[in-house]
C-alpha cells in the first residue's frame, strides 16, 4: 500500500462524514460525532501541527484536510483516524446508554461510516479497511 492513498480521503464528501456533518439512518441518527473548529484545532496540535483557531477562522472541512495533508506528509494518517473513530471520541453521542447499547451502537456506526467512505471511494478501486489498530487504504476486489 502506497501511503499518497490516503490522498483519497481528503474528497469533500469524506471529510463532511469525518467531521460529523453527514448524517445516516432512517431511525436513528448515524454520523461521526460533531467536529468543531476548535476540538479540530485541538486534534491539530495533538498530532504536532499547530493550528491558531481564532487566528485562521477556516471552516471546519478546511481544518480537516490541512490536517489530513500534513498527517499524510509525516505517516500518521492512520493514527488520526484512530483518534476520530475511538470510542471516547462518542461520549456526548452515548451519555446515556447503558453498556451493552454502547458497545452495539459503537459497532454499527464505525461500520456504517467505513462502508459509506468506501462508497465514496468505490470508483478509485479502493477502500478503507481498519486491522486492529492500523487504518490503511486496500485494493477494492
Known sequence: ???????????????????????????????????????????????????????????????????LEYCIKNEKVSDLLLYIFDKKQFKEKFKGMSFTEIEKNYKAIVEEIIDKINGCLYFSDKKLVRIGNNFLIGERN
Not at 12 to 41: A, F, H, Q, R, V
Request: glycine share 6%; proline share 3%; net charge negative.
Open 1 to 67: 500500500m502506497e501511503n499518497n492513498d490516503f490522498e483519497l480521503l481528503k474528497q469533500k464528501e469524506i471529510i463532511n462524514i469525518l467531521i460529523g456533518d453527514t448524517k445516516y439512518g432512517e431511525n436513528e441518527e448515524i454520523s461521526m460525532p460533531y467536529l468543531s473548529g476548535p476540538i479540530l484545532c485541538e486534534i491539530s496540535t495533538i498530532f504536532g501541527f499547530a493550528v491558531d483557531c481564532f487566528e485562521t477562522r477556516h471552516s471546519r472541512w478546511v481544518y480537516l484536510y490541512d490536517l
